[in-house]
């Protein structure tokens, strides 16, 4: 199957801190990637949608201001996390649909504020 | 009520026992199923799709119940590398994203 990378796999900063995750697709251009959280014992909630070329699109309830997500080529989306609090805390996965119905997913990114 | 609800167990089964767990969706329009498993810590990997009529992958038979709104899935012959968490999840009808359930964990027994 498609290969979804993501980096770092975990990261432990200071509250305040910025915090960039990085995506990519290896094998196949994504135009669109999704951004997930997940805390634990609970559901993949859908964060946002990266579109390359254009605004992403949030789902209700994400602060776009907070996480700012860029999709800079058909490979790459970022999510950067600004001015990260102790409730930020949480797994962060992305995924790339290589245009099937099945999303392929990166490892995740397990964010810690301190 | 949430779009996708599943019951999150834990299943305790004994290696070659069957287990089966259902899930529940709210939007009558969703138009396709998936199951997708879930290891301690790490991220989902698609386990089956769920077909109309039913459909079987080797040990795992997955159901769906339109009018009922709900799917299933069941493992034969439980091995213990078959415990971890199993996530059901919708396409949503209107913009074609995934909703995922909370999943369902089973943990199989030597």
């Known amino acids: 199957g498609a290969v979804v990378s993501q980096h770092p796999s975990r990261v432990i900063c200071k509250s305040g801190t910025s915090v960039k995750i990085e995506c990519r697709s290896l094998?196949?251009?994504?135009?669109?990637m999704f951004w997930y959280r997940q805390f634990p014992k609970q559901s993949l909630m859908l964060m946002a949608t990266?579109?390359?070329?254009?605004?992403?699109?949030?789902e209700q309830g994400v602060e776009k201001d907070k996480f700012l997500i860029n999709h800079a080529s058909l490979t790459l989306s970022t999510l950067t996390v600004t001015s990260a609090h102790p409730e930020d805390s949480s797994f962060y996965i992305c995924?790339?649909?290589?245009?099937?119905?099945?999303?392929?997913f990166g490892p995740g990114t397990r964010l810690t504020v301190l | 009520r949430k779009e996708v609800e599943q019951d999150p167990g834990p299943f305790n089964v004994p290696e070659g026992a069957t287990v089966a767990f259902n899930c529940t969706y709210s939007?009558?329009?969703?138009?396709?199923f998936f199951w997708y498993r879930q290891d301690c810590r790490k991220e989902p990997k698609l386990l089956m799709s769920?077909?109309?009529s039913g459909n079987e992958d080797g040990r795992f038979t997955a159901q769906l119940n339109r009018a009922s709104q709900y799917i299933s899935l069941l493992i034969r012959d439980s091995k213990l590398s078959d415990s971890a968490t199993y996530l059901c999840?919708?396409?949503?009808?209107?913009?074609?994203?995934?909703?995922f359930g909370a999943g369902t964990t089973v943990t199989v027994r030597a």
């Open positions: 094998d196949f251009q994504a135009t669109t």
């Open positions: 769920v077909y109309s």
């Open positions: 990266s579109n390359e070329g254009s605004k992403a699109t949030y």
């Open positions: 995924s790339a649909r290589p245009g099937s119905d099945e999303q392929f």
């Open positions: 999840v919708v396409i949503r009808s209107d913009d074609y994203k995934l909703s």
């Open positions: 939007n009558s329009a969703s138009q396709s």
